[in-house]
């Protein structure tokens, strides 16, 4: 078989979340294919300027604009396929979420020329929504469209993409081995209860047909109780406020119906 991202070619703005310092936490699956990734996990940890195949220099100036002034609007620049050697001209421009004055990391848009350069990608409550709707896509792969297939993909969703903004703000804080060490209290409360949700670089996966709310109720606490452990519980609540716009009413009721969405 060919190389899956050999006749791919950006088509709409994607994002990549970075730490200070400029190395990668969260890609997008589809930017991930684009660069030449086996899957956006591999992507984490990775600088900036390497994950995205660009000069070190230019990747340095978009961070240092960002950290410097909250923001950086449209950056002309050349990504790179890293295995390929393809490349194509897009344009970065990124924003800092707020953290209490501190720069903890970078949203970066990449968005192809022929795609409008809209204002809200500098919106972190916009690149939220991104991440919510890669969540989405990712577990609605391979399902069918059932009514009450769709809600449990929502539920799960919902879920899911609350676990990942934790993940992706303690990292931002606190370096990978915060990361990790979460990781190894999911994995350590599913094997001591024998469920079969696992975490890798902050993404579930689920493998039972049905969501356990139990599990996802206790996942849901330990990693909102280690969360405000090593930041904050404003920090984390307003995380996870502005995630939750994202979804619907409905779905948001149901998720504090289950016990999902644990106690900050």
């Not at 992507?43 to 604009?65: C, F, R, W, Y």
Request: with cysteine.
């Amino acid at each position: 078989m060919g190389d899956p991202s050999a006749d791919a070619r950006p088509d709409r703005p994607m994002f990549v979340f970075t730490d200070e310092n400029g190395d990668v936490v969260l890609m997008e699956d589809d930017l991930a294919r684009l660069l030449g990734f086996d899957s956006s996990e591999l992507a984490v940890g990775e600088s900036l300027a390497a994950a995205l195949g660009i000069a070190a220099s230019d990747a340095g100036a978009l961070l240092k604009e960002i950290s410097t002034t909250a923001r950086a609007k449209h950056r002309l620049a050349q990504i790179r396929n890293r295995r390929t050697g393809r490349s194509w001209w897009t344009f970065l421009s990124g924003s800092a979420p707020a953290a209490g004055g501190r720069f903890i990391g970078a949203d970066i848009t990449i968005t192809p020329p022929t795609a409008a350069l809209p204002a809200e990608d500098l919106d972190h409550r916009h690149n939220l929504e991104r991440m919510a709707a890669m969540v989405r896509s990712r577990l609605s792969n391979g399902h069918g469209t059932g009514l009450s297939e769709e809600n449990e993909i929502e539920l799960r969703s919902y879920f899911a993409a609350r676990m990942l903004a934790i993940y992706v703000l303690i990292v931002r804080m606190g370096g990978r081995a915060l990361g990790e060490t979460l990781e190894q209290k999911v994995r350590r409360s599913n094997q001591e209860r024998g469920w079969s949700i696992d975490m890798n670089r902050g993404r579930l996966t689920f493998g039972e047909a049905e969501l356990r709310p139990e599990a996802c109720r206790e996942m849901s606490q330990v990693a909102l109780e280690y969360a405000v452990r090593v930041t904050s519980k404003r920090l984390v609540t307003r995380e996870l406020s502005e995630l939750d716009v994202n979804f619907s009413r409905s779905t948001v009721h149901r998720a504090v119906q289950s016990g999902l969405r644990g106690d900050v």
